[in-house]
């Protein structure tokens, strides 16, 4: 059996869920729904100015506006604290997961479970300024912790993150 190239792990703690959850789903889904609060918004700020007159229409907008700044933090936590209580790998604990990387492959292994993929399989890889998402589909992916990569890690990762861009 050949030797990987890099080994890495990654502890998914809360606060690496949140960032994933920010990167991986919010970011995609997060434009929807400020797209659907924002007609939502317009509609009730119809509305208001009907109902207050148009001399307190700046107020209201002002009203309406902080609200949305508000309620979309805390909506996203919310949502993120229920998938991270829902997933049965992390649940109960945080979930150590050790990726190893090889010429055409990576392999996943979190307690029991173990996969396998090549890398004309990922589906897309996100950099943030601490983290690499490997995603294997639009809502399944893996943590790579930036701070927790060996020497050569990060370049690789973004020569593939190149490789998958061009398919």
Do not use: H
């Not at 990167?23 to 997060?30: I, P, Q, Y």
């Not at 983290?131 to 943590?143: A, D, H, L, P």
């Not at 927790?148 to 593939?160: K, Q």
């Amino acid at each position: 059996m050949d030797e990987a190239l890099y080994t890495t792990k990654t502890k998914m703690t809360w606060d690496e869920y949140v960032k994933y959850s920010f990167n991986v789903f919010f970011r995609k889904r997060g434009v929807i729904l400020l797209y659907l609060l924002s007609l939502l918004y317009a509609a009730f700020v119809a509305f208001a100015t009907r109902w207050t007159g148009p001399d307190k229409y700046v107020i209201t907008v002002l009203i309406v506006l902080a609200a949305l700044l508000i309620l979309y933090p805390l909506i996203l936590v919310a949502k993120s604290k229920s998938y991270y209580k829902s997933n049965g790998i992390i649940n109960g604990g945080d979930a150590e997961t050790e990726l190893r990387f090889y010429e055409d492959r990576f392999k996943s292994l979190c307690g029991e479970n173990v996969s396998v993929l090549t890398y004309d399989k990922i589906y897309k890889i996100i950099e943030t300024k601490t983290n690499f998402y490997i995603m294997i589909s639009t809502s399944q992916g893996m943590v790579v912790v930036k701070s927790n990569c060996p020497d050569g890690l990060e370049d690789f990762l973004r020569e593939l993150k190149g490789r998958i861009k061009k398919k």
